[in-house]
């Protein structure tokens, strides 16, 4: 593997954990919490620095609907993440507070609440769309030649995951504070901290298997009307 692609990696997994770490807030406190925050933003700098080539190739090239799709959900990260660091310096009481940048309190919390939960369902839809190349860098990575049963495998066990996951954000009411419908959290201080990253995770999952499955279901819908025509 070549050290760029390492790196990219390296970010990417970074990135993933940072953002399950800072959803269980919690758990860790304002002081963790400010400071994991800082470092996810220097890591999502770095991860556009790493994939600048995509920025020179946004005005190239045809615009396919997957294209479409990706470009969609991208520019709804950078506006997640913008949110999330405008909130979160007004809100410092670490990292930010000797910076003379004070605001609305509450519409700064309303804000920074909402665009965490965009911003993790976004991240987790971003990372499904590149899932195909994170296989197949498994799969070079472990030898493993092209098989039809474990293709199926995989897809079913991706589905019982999605169908867990998708039980979690229900049950854990995340488009309540997606769409701004309350302007307070609810943490749970005595849930076990396993239980609680197993249903982030499993979140993940399912964002990764809608947009992993959309994006196959597009290219082989535009093939398939390539073939007609």
Not at 66 to 72: D, E, G, S
Not at 83 to 90: F, P
């Amino acid at each position: 593997m070549k050290p760029k692609v390492t790196v990219k990696l390296a970010v990417d997994v970074l990135l993933t954990l940072g953002l399950l770490f800072l959803m269980g807030y919690q758990f860790w406190g304002d002081f963790a919490h400010e400071w994991a925050g800082a470092g996810m933003f220097v890591l999502f700098l770095l991860h556009h620095v790493l994939n600048r080539s995509w920025h020179r190739s946004l005005f190239q090239g045809k615009y396919n609907p997957v294209r479409v799709l990706q470009l969609v959900i991208d520019l709804l990260v950078f506006l997640s993440m913008a949110g999330l660091m405008i909130s979160g310096v007004i809100l410092s009481n670490y990292v930010f507070a000797a910076l003379p940048i004070r605001g609305r309190m509450g519409f700064a919390r309303l804000l920074h609440m909402a665009a965490s939960y965009w911003g993790f369902v976004l991240m987790a839809l971003h990372l499904g769309l590149h899932w195909g190349m994170f296989l197949e860098m498994a799969r070079k990575a472990l030898n493993l030649r092209p098989s039809r049963p474990r293709q199926v495998l995989l897809s079913i066990l991706g589905g019982c995951v999605a169908v867990y996951g998708l039980i979690a954000f229900v049950r854990r009411n995340l488009i309540t504070y997606m769409l701004a419908r309350t302007h307070f959290v609810f943490f749970d201080f005595s849930e076990p901290i396993p239980l609680f990253y197993l249903d982030y995770l499993a979140m993940i999952g399912t964002c990764i298997f809608l947009a992993y499955y959309a994006a196959r279901f597009l290219r082989k819908r535009a093939g398939g009307e390539r073939q007609i025509r």
